[in-house]
């Protein structure tokens, strides 16, 4: 008789919001590159939010994703739906993605005997009351590891006592096929626009740059806004009567929700991210992959993804006299741009491809079994 050598698939779920997020982002970006391997069995859970859309649920469903939702009303009613889906799906492997997703995504692993439990943090600053605080460590405990998705947040995880031979980075990536033909879009035979794709949230400060954009009125130039993204409906109204009070609302676009992101890049000159915090923007890495100019907010997550002035500038953090000046840069001085455009994607192609951050994830994996 021949011995039978196939070895069984490493079971991974990935448990995310349901928000649609750059955690559900790379959730499913881990979850596709899975499944055209031949070591893995993923499934990705999303924790239900109010703009959870049905629409959006139906995209991942046709890209044959393995796909359940659980709801999202009350932390224990998400614990108790997820614990039963581990106890069905036996997952060697838990991943639970972003706050506060990590917290209830681990305890229901844990009481379900999951083998591995792996927390990933995806943003520098998050509301942990002393409770969940508390309940972040104890769960430290009984997780393999705990990723931070750039350095910064790594360290903000040390910070917040968290075990350091547990704490490690992985930055995020993006998948690079939609980007291949940015080079036949040249810098000079796009519109000299602006564009941020952000969605409505706290995190987000959408205010400066509407308020740099009105600094650059006063000063003769008025480029057209693209604000791209979905969010809180209360924040993008807060936006919009913000635009009417500073007299550009003829020079702002509230697009919404966007499908083709890299197309609607690839026409534009100009891309920001004016934001109060970040983990490791993934807006900012499409729109380098895109051959955009990028400008970020001098943040956590911000600040060691681009080399100012290099790949990318920095700006004061709500400094919109600051973002104007360099804007005003950029619409005046084209082939300055043009060339730092070039840097960053040249960067993002180099080292923030979905190949590199899956890698390093597939690696913890295995050193964990």
Same mark, same amino acid.
């Given at each position: 008789?021949?011995? /039978?050598?196939?070895?069984?698939?490493?079971?991974?779920?990935?448990?995310?919001?349901?928000?649609?997020?750059?955690?559900?982002?790379?959730?499913? &970006?881990?979850?596709?590159?899975?499944?055209?391997?031949?070591?893995?069995?993923?499934?990705?859970?999303?924790?239900?939010? &109010?703009?959870?859309?049905?629409?959006?649920?139906?995209?991942?469903?046709?890209?044959?994703?393995?796909?359940?939702?659980?709801?999202?009303?009350?932390?224990?009613? #998400?614990?108790?739906?997820?614990?039963?889906?581990?106890?069905?799906?036996?997952?060697?492997?838990?991943?639970?993605?972003?706050?506060?997703?990590?917290?209830?995504?681990?305890?229901?692993?844990?009481?379900?005997?999951?083998?591995?439990?792996?927390?990933? !943090?995806? /943003? &520098?600053?998050?509301?942990?009351?002393?409770?969940?605080?508390?309940?972040?460590?104890?769960?430290?405990?009984?997780?393999?590891?705990?990723?931070?998705?750039?350095?910064? %947040?790594?360290?903000?995880?040390?910070?917040?006592?968290?075990?350091?031979?547990?704490?490690?980075?992985?930055? /995020?990536?993006?998948?690079?096929?939609?980007?291949?033909?940015?080079?036949?879009?040249?810098?000079?035979?796009?519109?000299?626009?602006?564009?941020? #794709?952000?969605?409505?949230?706290?995190?987000?400060?959408?205010?400066?740059?509407?308020?740099?954009?009105? *600094?650059?009125?006063?000063?003769?130039?008025?480029?057209?806004?693209?604000?791209?993204?979905?969010?809180?409906?209360?924040?993008?109204?807060?936006?919009?009567?913000? @635009?009417?009070?500073?007299?550009?609302?003829?020079?702002?676009?509230?697009?919404?929700?966007?499908?083709?992101?890299?197309?609607?890049?690839?026409?534009?000159?100009?891309?920001?991210? #004016?934001?109060?915090? !970040?983990?490791?923007?993934?807006?900012?890495?499409?729109?380098? @992959?895109?051959?955009?100019?990028?400008?970020? &907010?001098?943040?956590?997550? %911000?600040?060691?993804?681009?080399?100012?002035?290099? +790949?990318?500038?920095?700006?004061?953090?709500?400094?919109?006299?600051?973002?104007?000046?360099?804007?005003?840069?950029? *619409?005046?001085?084209?082939?300055?741009?043009? @060339? %730092?455009?070039?840097?960053?994607?040249?960067?993002?192609? +180099?080292?923030?491809?979905?190949?590199?951050?899956?890698?390093?994830?597939?690696?913890?994996?295995?050193?964990?079994?």
């Amino acid at each position: 008789m021949t011995a /039978n050598t196939h070895q069984p698939k490493t079971k991974v779920l990935h448990f995310v919001t349901g928000g649609f997020s750059g955690a559900t982002a790379v959730a499913v &970006s881990l979850v596709l590159h899975a499944l055209q391997g031949q070591q893995l069995e993923p499934l990705l859970v999303l924790r239900r939010k &109010s703009q959870t859309q049905a629409a959006q649920l139906e995209r991942l469903r046709a890209q044959a994703i393995p796909l359940c939702v659980v709801p999202g009303w009350w932390h224990g009613a #998400s614990i108790f739906a997820l614990y039963r889906l581990c106890r069905t799906f036996k997952p060697d492997v838990l991943v639970a993605h972003g706050f506060s997703e990590h917290l209830w995504g681990r305890i229901a692993g844990w009481l379900a005997g999951v083998p591995v439990l792996i927390q990933v !943090e995806h /943003n &520098s600053r998050e509301r942990y009351s002393p409770w969940r605080r508390w309940l972040s460590k104890q769960l430290a405990a009984r997780s393999r590891w705990l990723v931070g998705v750039s350095e910064g %947040v790594r360290q903000a995880m040390l910070d917040m006592g968290l075990p350091p031979k547990k704490c490690v980075s992985i930055p /995020n990536g993006i998948a690079l096929a939609p980007y291949a033909d940015a080079e036949q879009h040249a810098y000079g035979t796009r519109l000299p626009s602006i564009l941020m #794709s952000a969605r409505f949230a706290r995190q987000k400060d959408h205010r400066t740059l509407l308020q740099a954009l009105a *600094l650059l009125k006063t000063r003769g130039l008025t480029p057209p806004l693209v604000l791209i993204g979905g969010g809180k409906p209360q924040h993008r109204l807060r936006c919009e009567q913000l @635009a009417e009070q500073l007299g550009i609302t003829e020079q702002v676009e509230f697009k919404g929700f966007v499908q083709d992101v890299p197309a609607l890049l690839q026409q534009h000159q100009i891309a920001v991210l #004016s934001t109060h915090y !970040e983990g490791m923007p993934l807006a900012l890495v499409e729109a380098m @992959a895109a051959g955009c100019v990028v400008v970020g &907010s001098e943040v956590v997550g %911000v600040r060691e993804l681009l080399q100012d002035g290099v +790949t990318g500038f920095l700006v004061r953090h709500q400094d919109a006299a600051h973002l104007a000046d360099v804007l005003q840069k950029l *619409l005046t001085e084209p082939l300055q741009a043009a @060339a %730092v455009a070039q840097a960053g994607r040249h960067y993002a192609l +180099t080292h923030l491809s979905r190949e590199q951050m899956v890698a390093r994830y597939e690696a913890l994996f295995a050193a964990a079994l």
